[in-house]
């Protein structure tokens, strides 16, 4: 074999074993991820909305309204009312339990379930909102928590409380006008935000709530009431005499005040009242 053959014999050798750099033959690629890791998958989310230090809120207070929202995007994922009944009173306020035992799903309750379908690991804000029915009471809480594809939050779901109570003038009728000088009975109710009623010696007990009212005139408190427990379900009642026309030419609000300083609950409920002259006595002919 001539030199300049051999030459070339080992180079075409060396090309062999030895690619030239830029030069790319087979190689083996990694395996393409299985399908399912890509698909998306069903995830529960169970909510429930409570009333703090009570029950949860249900059908009996319009229950409450629940959204829960994409973080990154700002999109709306799932959003409905929560349904259902306040819970079993003695399984969620007298029973001891451990720490990561359920409080308010050991029997039905109110609450918002949601099946999203996800691709990877979502932040999300849930918010709620209530008692709907009692708008002039409603409270809002919300909380911002990873969402895994296909890990279901199940048993008490993502739990949230709302703090207050429902306050409602039960007497005199809002907007009703008043005789100035009258001896008038002012009665509240005071519940809380499931509609648990709250009085003496109960769950919910009045004797650790301050409870009172306010007469004003204009945006000024013309006198402050003490309110007592009535008898009656959660109602509540205080005296008061209506003042005179031309010291609230424009009417009175009664504002009713419920605060519980040490569970964190506080309500407030008014309404406005004309306030007319004296009765005069009728003339007989």
């Known amino acids: ?12 050798l060396s090309c062999l074993f030895f690619p030239p750099h830029g030069f790319s033959g087979p190689v083996d690629l990694p395996p393409p991820p299985p399908a399912q890791l890509n698909t998306p998958q069903p995830t529960t989310i169970m909510v429930r909305v409570v009333s703090h230090g009570s029950m949860v809120l ?3 207070v319009g229950g409450a309204r629940v959204t829960i929202t994409d973080v990154a995007s700002g999109a709306v994922l799932a959003t409905g009312i929560q349904q259902g009944e306040a819970g079993d009173q003695n399984q969620i306020m007298r029973t001891p339990r451990m720490m990561d035992e359920p409080q308010y799903s050991t029997r039905a309750s109110a609450s918002f379930t949601a099946t999203l379908h996800l691709t990877h690991p979502t932040l999300v804000d849930i918010a709620a909102e209530g008692p709907l029915a009692y708008p002039a009471a409603a409270q809002r809480a919300s909380q911002r928590v990873w969402l895994i594809p296909g890990e279901n939050m199940t048993n008490d779901g993502i739990v949230l409380a709302l703090y207050g109570y429902i306050v409602q003038i039960e007497h005199p009728r809002p907007n009703d006008p008043l005789i100035a000088r009258d001896d008038i009975i002012l009665r509240a109710s005071i519940r809380t935000l499931s509609g648990s009623l ?15 009212a306010e007469v004003l005139i204009g945006d000024r408190v013309h006198e402050r009431l003490q309110m007592f427990y009535s008898g009656r379900n959660a109602e509540f009642d205080a005296p008061f005499f209506v003042p005179l026309p031309q010291d609230a030419p424009n009417g009175i609000t009664l504002r009713v005040i419920a605060a519980d300083p040490a569970g964190g609950n506080f309500g407030v409920g ?5 306030v007319l002259s004296e009765r005069r006595p009728s003339r007989h002919h």
């Open 1 to 12: 074999m001539s030199p300049f053959s051999t030459t070339l014999f080992l180079v075409l």
């Open 198 to 212: 709250v009085r003496p010696h109960g769950d919910w007990d009045s004797r650790k709530v301050h409870i009172y």
């Open 58 to 60: 249900g059908h009996d």
């Open 270 to 274: 008014q309404a406005m009242f004309p």
